[in-house]
């Protein structure tokens, strides 16, 4: 049976804002153990790691329209997700199921040509999200802590893709700085709450009161994600003997710090978008740090 999309969706070009492509920039992640690993100068573990990217952000893609059909009340009510492609009625919640399917099929055909130990982890990853939508995201602090591990899922992909060395370092860390920012994202939520005088997050388990706690935990996150980064360059990357100049990667941390902190600061003055990502992406400054950390990887391997 041939699946079509309705002519409105496409004239309209919403098709990419409801796959929410822009999330793509999250599954770089993938590419992070291939060049931490020392071989970023061989080909195929490139077309490895770009094959797992493909069938990872496919996928995701199902499982963002997955979501938006799931909340699609709710997202009405919200401050941003309410200009969504489905929740504005751009896209029909038929035409959101056809793309579903699509994605999914096209991830599933993409990650068959990467290989078994990318098909599993997608498989992992498709089941934790679904138990996150249909359940999950509505009990506060699991609900980032499932989100900080689907992110770390990310880098396990890049591991199973490129065949590199397996980091625990690497992976707590990323655990760390991801809890921090979906803490932040939940903070400035809170935040909204509180500026419209209400008490209860629509379709969350989270309370106006609760923003110090998830304040204090993120801030905590971060510091946490700074210090384990820190580790990890001693552990392990001095002593692996990629880096010419390994004593350069201690601006990694420093920048790390001075991005997270402004991540906080912004969103303590109420100034963050509600998805840290999508105000990365946005942000000069950020932009200009992430600049600044391939520049000293770069001096550092050369």
Same mark, same amino acid.
């Given at each position: #049976?041939?699946?079509?999309?309705?002519?409105?969706?496409?004239?309209?070009?919403? @098709?990419?804002?409801? #796959?929410?492509?822009?999330?793509?920039?999250k599954n770089l992640l993938i590419f992070v153990p291939l060049v931490l690993g020392g071989r970023s100068t061989e080909a195929n573990v490139w077309l490895h790691a770009?094959?797992? %990217?493909?069938?990872?952000?496919?996928l995701a893609s199902?499982?963002?329209?997955?979501?938006?059909?799931?909340? @699609?009340?709710?997202?009405?009510?919200?401050?941003?997700k309410r200009r969504r492609p489905l929740a504005s009625g751009e896209l029909s919640v038929a035409d959101g199921r056809k793309l579903i399917v699509i994605c999914c099929l096209g991830a599933a055909a993409t990650a068959l040509i990467a290989g078994w130990g990318c098909v599993e982890i997608l498989a992992i990853y498709l089941a934790?999200?679904?138990?996150?939508?249909?359940?999950?995201?509505?009990?506060? $602090?699991?609900?980032?802590?499932?989100?900080?591990? *689907?992110?770390?899922?990310?880098?396990? *992909?890049?591991?199973?893709?490129?065949?590199?060395?397996?980091?625990?370092?690497?992976?707590? %860390?990323? $655990?760390?700085?991801f809890l921090s920012l979906s803490l932040a994202?939940?903070?400035?939520? $809170?935040?909204?709450?509180?500026?419209?005088?209400?008490?209860? #997050? &629509?379709?969350?388990?989270?309370?106006?009161?609760?923003? &110090?706690?998830? *304040?204090?935990?993120g801030v905590a996150a971060m510091i946490a994600a700074v210090l384990v980064l820190v580790i990890y360059l001693i552990e392990d990357a001095f002593p692996f003997g990629f880096y010419a100049h390994p004593e350069?990667?201690?601006?990694?941390?420093? $920048?790390? %710090?001075?991005? @997270?902190?402004?991540?906080?600061?912004?969103?303590?003055?109420?100034?963050?978008?509600?998805? &840290?990502?999508a105000f990365a992406l946005k942000d000069r400054l950020s932009l200009f740090y992430a600049a600044m950390v391939g520049a000293i990887f770069v001096a550092a391997v050369l």
């Open positions: #049976m041939m699946i079509t999309i309705s002519r409105r969706a496409l004239r309209t070009a919403v @098709l990419w804002r409801a #796959m929410r492509a822009h999330q793509w920039a770009i094959e797992a %990217f493909g069938a990872f952000s496919l199902a499982v963002y329209l997955m979501n938006d059909i799931r909340d @699609l009340q709710v997202d009405r009510q919200h401050w941003s934790a999200s679904l138990v996150y939508t249909f359940w999950l995201k509505r009990e506060p $602090i699991v609900d980032v802590f499932i989100l900080s591990a *689907l992110y770390t899922l990310r880098l396990g *992909l890049g591991v199973v893709a490129t065949n590199v060395r397996f980091s625990p370092w690497l992976f707590v %860390f990323s $655990i760390f700085i994202k939940r903070q400035t939520e $809170i935040a909204r709450l509180l500026m419209r005088g209400e008490e209860f #997050m &629509p379709g969350r388990g989270y309370r106006a009161s609760d923003g &110090p706690l998830v *304040l204090t935990m350069l990667l201690w601006g990694i941390a420093v $920048i790390m %710090f001075l991005w @997270l902190s402004r991540i906080w600061l912004l969103c303590h003055r109420g100034q963050l978008d509600d998805d &840290p990502v």
